[in-house]
């Protein structure tokens, strides 16, 4: 079963626009992780950021994180075509690192 | 390179035959983790290994489904008796320890005809 969702589903935007794309989990979690993934390929993995900490930055990505709200976003700055691909939040609310992956969404990054 | 790698990347096979897929972590990670991803879903957990002991499996894991990881180095998935419904992507990652970050190989495509 999906824990988290992410929204929306699908984003279209132009090339150097931002994209910002949320994702909302439903337990308590130890840490949330962003990926990446180009059609057909393996997840890349963009960001970790741990229950205790608010927000981070690796070069053009910024992640949230709310735990009251129980909420992570992701912004890409300044976004590419090679930006284009599926983000998936997932979260460990086992302890035991069994990530739980949500839906991802779809980022077209038109030239 | 020195990332997560798995073999084969893709395998087609008839219903009702056996197969296979292997995995080599990077080295040094202790914790090893399946998972299966269909089209349009999220990746989903299967099992994990801590070096070579097998602590945690998913439902999603039938009784024809087994996964070994000898001397807590590579793994091994293995599918006997294979359905239509096991055409997915199988995802191997690795991470070096509890709390970390999961790494993930580029997956094996399996099609059952």
């Known amino acids: 079963s999906q824990q988290g969702e992410e929204d929306p589903q699908a984003l279209s935007i132009q090339e150097g626009e931002n994209a910002t794309m949320n994702c909302s989990y439903k337990?308590?979690?130890?840490?949330l992780q962003w990926y990446r993934q180009n059609s057909g390929r393996g997840l890349v993995h963009l960001i970790l950021i741990r229950s205790n900490e608010r927000e981070k930055h690796s070069g053009r990505l910024r992640v949230t994180l709310d735990t009251s709200k129980k909420s992570s976003s992701l912004l890409i700055t300044a976004s590419r075509a090679a930006d284009t691909a599926s983000y998936f939040c997932a979260t460990d609310d086992t302890g035991f690192q069994k990530l739980v992956f949500g839906t991802g969404t779809r980022l077209l990054v038109s030239p | 390179d020195t990332g997560v790698s798995q073999d084969p990347r893709h395998k087609i096979t008839k219903r009702g035959q056996n197969v296979t897929f292997r995995c080599d972590p990077i080295s040094e990670h202790n914790r090893l983790y399946w998972y299966r991803q269909t089209l349009g879903q999220g990746p989903e957990f299967l099992t994990y290994f801590q070096n070579e002991a097998q602590l945690e499996k998913s439902r999603l894991l039938s009784d024809r489904f087994s996964a070994e990881r000898p001397k807590g180095s590579f793994s091994t998935l293995e599918i006997q008796r294979t359905e239509q419904g096991d055409s997915a992507m199988y995802l191997c990652a690795s991470s070096f320890t509890l709390g970390e970050t999961q790494y993930f190989g580029p997956g094996t495509r399996l099609l059952v005809l």
């Open positions: 337990t308590s979690i130890n840490n």
